[in-house]
Nanobody
């Protein structure tokens, strides 16, 4: 089973930036993504990537502000978050899986069987 360890969370003022990292213990996964969950809300997909060709998908709420990427060795996932807003405040989770599900998008949590413990992002007004 893949082990995923997130880092890079913290507190920032609105308009600021943070870069999250997710170190994976394996590099043979096909799909990786970032999810977030705010208190009292459901977990939502933020950004996902198909590691074989680099294709990505973003939630409408973060398009143009967040960028998902992977390192050349494909065992670290990043989320560059710019122009942060207070509504971006949440616990951010990294997810990964090898399996292909043609009927599932990159931002559907059910696609992923491996999850990190999360890193907290807090954006103040």
């Amino acid at each position: 089973q893949v082990q995923l360890v997130e880092s890079g969370g913290g507190s920032v003022q609105a308009g600021g930036s943070l870069r999250l990292s997710c170190a994976a213990s394996a590099s043979t996964y096909n799909f990786m993504a970032w999810f977030r969950q705010a208190p009292g809300k459901e977990r939502e997909g933020v950004a996902g990537i198909y590691t074989r060709d680099g294709s990505t998908e973003y939630a409408d709420s973060v398009k143009g502000r967040f960028t998902i990427s992977q390192d050349n060795n494909k065992n670290t996932l990043f989320l560059q978050m710019d122009s942060l807003k207070p509504e971006d405040t949440a616990m951010y989770y990294c997810a990964a899986d090898w399996r292909h599900f043609a009927h599932l998008g990159l931002l559907q949590a059910v696609r992923y069987n491996n999850w990190g413990q999360g890193t907290q992002v807090t954006v103040s007004a």
